[in-house]
């Protein structure tokens, strides 16, 4: 069973940063891509990012040039470096495989890391 553990998450002024990690457990993690999807107050869980294999990050463009995707395969871990955070960013935020489509592989999600952006 795959299984998501997120953090890195906290409270951060606008304009802070901070880096979100993702260990991924019972999956081929080396082999998949993998995104990053976050969940706003009130609304829905949106994808955020996606990464290949072996590179080719994509990311929505509310958050191009401000957040970069990684990965190391040899520790299944998914990083998430978020700069110029701004008060919309506000979400916890989750780690899931990812299809072509940009839809999570998994029905199984992590308890995910809050980010909170506050002045």
């Known amino acids: 069973q795959v299984q998501f553990a997120e953090s890195g998450g906290g409270l951060v002024q606008p304009g802070g940063s901070l880096r979100l990690s993702c260990v991924v457990s019972?999956?081929?993690?080396?082999?998949?891509?993998m995104g990053w999807f976050r969940q706003a107050p009130g609304k829905g869980r949106e994808f955020v990012a996606r990464?290949?294999?072996?590179?080719?990050?994509k990311y929505i463009d509310p958050v191009k040039g401000r957040f970069t995707i990684s990965r190391d395969n040899a520790r299944s871990t998914l990083y998430l470096q978020m700069n110029s955070l701004k008060l919309e960013d506000t979400a916890v935020y989750y780690c899931?495989?990812?299809?072509?489509?940009?839809?999570?592989?998994?029905?199984?999600w992590g308890q995910g890391t809050q980010v909170t952006v506050s002045s």
């Open positions: 899931n495989g990812i299809s072509g489509t940009g839809t999570a592989l998994y029905d199984e």
């Open positions: 019972g999956s081929d993690f080396s082999e998949q891509g």
């Open positions: 990464i290949w294999p072996f590179g080719g990050p």
